[in-house]
């Protein structure tokens, strides 16, 4: 089945980095668009970044376009999102999700930006 573990989320000082990672499995990762997505206390979920199968495409909120980079090995079946200059406004749980499987969901990770 369809599995999506994100990992990588963890308390940060603003101005700080962190890289998350999505270990995919239960689909061919290799032909698929992959996404991240953040969804802050209280709000809805939102797109953050994006990035096709081959990886030579990416795309990004404006809220974080400059400051975050996502990218892909397809050998390990992986989507990484690299965070840098983080505000508090970035605290969020962090998921990543499948465009053309998007009903699949993983448990997400928490990110929090705070002095």
């Known amino acids: 089945q369809v599995q999506l573990v994100e990992s990588g989320g963890g308390l940060v000082q603003p101005g700080g980095s962190l890289r998350l990672s999505c270990a995919a499995s239960?689909?061919?990762?290799?032909?698929?668009?992959m996404t991240w997505y953040r969804q802050a206390p209280g709000k809805e979920r939102v797109l953050v970044a994006a990035i096709t199968s081959s990886g030579g495409n990416t795309n990004y909120a404006d809220s974080v376009k400059g400051r975050f980079t996502i990218s892909r090995d397809n050998a390990k079946n992986t989507v990484y999102l690299q965070m840098n200059s983080l505000k508090p406004e970035d605290t969020a749980v962090y998921y990543c999700?499948?465009?053309?499987?998007?009903?699949?969901w993983g448990q997400g990770t928490q990110v929090t930006v705070s002095s």
């Open positions: 999700n499948i465009i053309r499987l998007s009903q699949y």
């Open positions: 239960g689909f061919t990762f290799s032909t698929s668009a």
